[in-house]
Structures are given as C-alpha cells and as structure tokens.
C-alpha cells in the first residue's frame, strides 16, 4: 500500500472517531497509540484531570534530549446546527477533497504523521523523534498545557517542534497568544421600586465591561515596532454576557465571557492588573457597601501562549530545508506552538490544509495538501540520520 493510501486509510478512521472537545478521546489514543507502539515508540498515555480524556507522548529512539516532535491536538469542534452534505464523522472524497468533522483541523496532519512513522523509525540515529496528541485545543489548549507541565517535570525538551495546524503547508513563525476568561458578579436580589436596597450584578458587569472596552482602546497604541500582525496590536474582546432573572427584579448574578490575544507577555500583565486594581479599588467595595458577600470572580478558560518569532528559530530552518520555503509568515490564529515554545523548544506551525476550512460545515483536506506534508515528512527522514 502507498502511504497516501495508507495516510487516507488512517484520516478514515481518525474522522471516525468523534472526538468533539466536551466528549472523550480515549478511543482515538487508543488506536494512535497501537499505531506508534507498532512502529517501535515507546507510548506514554497521561490522563486529564476529569478522567474521560488523554494526552499521548512517544518516543522512537534514544532517551536523550533535543530532538524532533511532531505535534498535534485530537479534538474537533461541534458539528450543532451545521448543515452537512454527507456524515461529518465518516470521511468522504470526491473531487480531490477529503471531507469530514477534523479533515483538515487537524487529523490530517495526524493521519500523515502516522502514516510515516513506520518509515521514519528505521531512520532515527542519534536523537529521539517525538509525537505529541493533544486533548482540548479548541477550548483553551489545556491538554497541551498539562503536557507540557509533565514534559517538564520529566525533564523532557525536544530541541525543535513542528505544529500541524492546516497553514496550507506554509511555515509560520509567530501568532498572537489566546487568553480565554469568564468573570462572574454576585449580588444582592430585589424589587427594582427599592434598586439601594440590592446590589444589581447586571449593572457591575455593566461596568466592567465598559472597563474592558476602555482598555480595548488603549491596546491599540500598544502595537510593537515593526509588527506583522493584523492588526498589529494586541486586541480585546467581549464574546458573550448573560444575567438578571426579570424586568422588576435586581440582577442577583451576571457574567461576562471575554477574551485578548496578546503580542507579547506584558500585554497580559497590562490587562489583568488594570482589571484587578478596577475591580479591588472601585467596583467590589461599591458592591460590598450593601452586601459584604458580593463577588466578582474570573474563572481562566484557557491561556495560549503566543508564539513570538526570533531571530534564532531552529524549526523554522528546518522546515524551510524540507519545504523550499524562503521565508516564514505570521497568523492571527492560534496554537499551541507557544506553549512549546515556552518549554525552550524552537517552535513553528506548518501543516496540512486550510484554516479557511476549519470549523465549517463540509470541512475538508484537499488530497494535494495531504501528498505534500507526506513529501516534507519523508524529507524529514533523511534529517533524522544526518
């Protein structure tokens, strides 16, 4: 069997597993793991903290450190709602596209990784080849995270990564990072006639948000010299409020769900000590002059590390020595290449696929895409003896 075959066979049955973030993905690390256990890794399965999911780390070579690790995340988004021409979770080709729920977001990396881990293995000499599988990227990396915390507990730091996000195969070197944050208000319920008598968490939220909206405005003059991003500056947004219970009834508890995508650490330093002194020196002791037990709360969803590019980028010399590629882009979406960057390792994003397509209804890996990432990773072999 050739290994695009091969390499569509196994996106078949990574589809097919449908491992939606807020279900399991132990099936699916089950059958990866089989998979690299047979090409000769050496399989570490480590379970999320609720039991139901999994990261999985492999090794094929020897136990020293550097070395290459090819990266990935498990999860797909939700199909809800969508309208899909065929079965999202049972892939279908046609017209030289591959189509189904994660074909191109991003089991197709996985598939071609997966694929030539049987060829690559004879090749490996002197250091190790690694193969990361993530849970939960789509809802704040946090498989990747936990990961990377046990990598380094293990004292584990491959030299250079490589994250297969669909780039279209293009090598990118930097993204902004992704803060996820839902902040919660508790107040003092009652009859609207007598609104001094309750604290109104709709009306803190209120403010709070028009606290974020201020900040928002001052991030844009805090774009770095000579950014590439678009735009160029770190940005805020609120995605989603909920609260009150009635038109005549004091809001007894609200929430406001919000995000930032920083450019670089001290944006993040920045927004959350404007909120904290905002909500410790003005709105919680206005709330808590009616009611001591008021609360404002922020619950982290998840923090992505950006990935901030450098001048000194092993993987981005790697990949551009597979590719042919001159030169490195930037992408305003994220990954979880910054979070392995921040272990030390030389991070870059290329892989299969368009980010056009991600999260749609008919997503889908055109076959060339896949054919290509094959090639660089057949290119990588060679690497490997070197």
Request: net charge negative; charged share 20%.
């Amino acid at each position: 069997m050739d290994r695009l075959t091969r390499a569509k066979d196994i996106l078949a049955d990574l589809i097919a597993f449908p491992t939606v973030s807020s279900d399991s993905n132990l099936d699916l690390m089950a059958y990866v793991a089989t998979l690299l256990e047979d090409a000769g890794a050496r399989v570490d399965l480590s379970p999320s903290p609720c039991g139901t999911k999994a990261n999985l780390f492999a090794t094929i070579g020897p136990d020293v450190g550097g070395g290459i690790l090819l990266s990935g995340h498990s999860d797909v988004v939700p199909v809800t709602d969508q309208n899909w021409s065929s079965d999202p979770f049972q892939m279908v080709e046609r017209d030289g596209k591959l189509f189904g729920r994660g074909a191109c977001d991003m089991k197709g990396f996985l598939a071609a990784v997966l694929a030539m881990a049987p060829v690559l293995a004879p090749q490996v000499r002197d250091r190790p080849l690694h193969f990361a599988i993530t849970y939960d990227e789509e809802v704040g990396c946090l498989g990747a995270q936990h990961l990377v915390n046990r990598l380094q507990k293990q004292g584990v730091s491959p030299g250079v990564a490589i994250i297969g996000e669909p780039t279209l195969m293009r090598m990118i070197e930097g993204h902004k990072g992704c803060h996820e944050y839902t902040t919660r208000f508790t107040g003092l319920p009652g009859h609207s006639s007598q609104p001094d008598k309750g604290v109104n968490a709709v009306e803190y939220a209120a403010r709070y948000m028009n606290h974020l909206l201020h900040i928002k405005e001052h991030l844009r003059g805090m774009a770095p010299a000579g950014s590439k991003f678009d735009p160029p500056w770190p940005t805020l947004n609120i995605g989603e409020i909920t609260g009150g219970v009635a038109h005549n009834v004091i809001a007894p508890t609200a929430e406001v769900a919000w995000e930032m995508r920083p450019v670089h650490p001290a944006d993040v330093e920045f927004v959350l000590n404007s909120l904290s002194q905002f909500c410790a020196q003005e709105l919680l002791p206005s709330m808590q002059e009616v009611f001591p037990d008021a609360m404002i709360e922020t619950e982290v969803i998840g923090e992505a590390a950006a990935l901030v590019p450098t001048a000194d980028n092993a993987a981005r010399e790697l990949v551009a020595s597979l590719t042919g590629q001159n030169s490195a882009s930037l992408v305003s979406f994220g990954t979880e290449a910054g979070i392995f960057q921040a272990l030390g390792t030389h991070a870059v994003v290329c892989g299969p696929g368009s980010i056009a397509q991600a999260h749609k209804a008919d997503e889908f890996l055109e076959v060339d895409q896949l054919a290509q990432c094959l090639a660089m990773l057949d290119g990588l072999g060679a690497r490997l003896r070197d």
